[in-house]
């Protein structure tokens, strides 16, 4: 069983910035394209980011692009968001995710196997 636990999040004030990190247990962390998404309150889960196994390829929804950064450790079985300029609208539980084999990235959430319990980012604006 796949084990994925998120760190980072907190409260930050509106232009601020943080570093979510999720761990996940086994050994075959590198074989499996990695992403981020988020939930408010009232609304559907939505796509953040995700990153190929290699790292090598990167995707965001446009509502981030520019201001978070998906990066990924192989060594250290560890991906992580770097949000940057955040905003009011960006509060939200934040979940990462491991793909199902078969995919080098994913976008759809339907992709995914795995799933961390979330951390909360509150922006205050």
């Known amino acids: 069983q796949v084990q994925l636990v998120e760190s980072g999040g907190g409260l930050v004030q509106a232009g601020g910035s943080l570093r979510l990190s999720c761990v996940a247990s086994?050994?075959?962390?590198?074989?499996?394209?990695m992403g981020w998404f988020r939930q408010a309150p009232g609304k559907e889960r939505e796509f953040v980011a995700t990153?190929?196994?290699?790292?090598?390829?990167?995707y965001y929804s446009d509502s981030v692009k520019g201001r978070f950064t998906i990066s990924r450790d192989n060594a250290k079985n560890t991906v992580y968001l770097q949000m940057n300029s955040l905003k009011p609208e960006d509060t939200a539980v934040y979940y990462c995710?491991?793909?199902?084999?078969?995919?080098?990235?994913?976008?759809?959430?339907?992709?995914?196997?795995?799933w961390g319990q979330g951390t909360q980012v509150t922006v205050s604006s």
């Open positions: 995710a491991r793909a199902a084999g078969a995919y080098s990235v994913a976008i759809s959430a339907a992709s995914y196997e795995y």
């Open positions: 990153i190929s196994r290699d790292g090598g390829n990167m």
């Open positions: 086994g050994r075959t962390f590198s074989n499996y394209a």
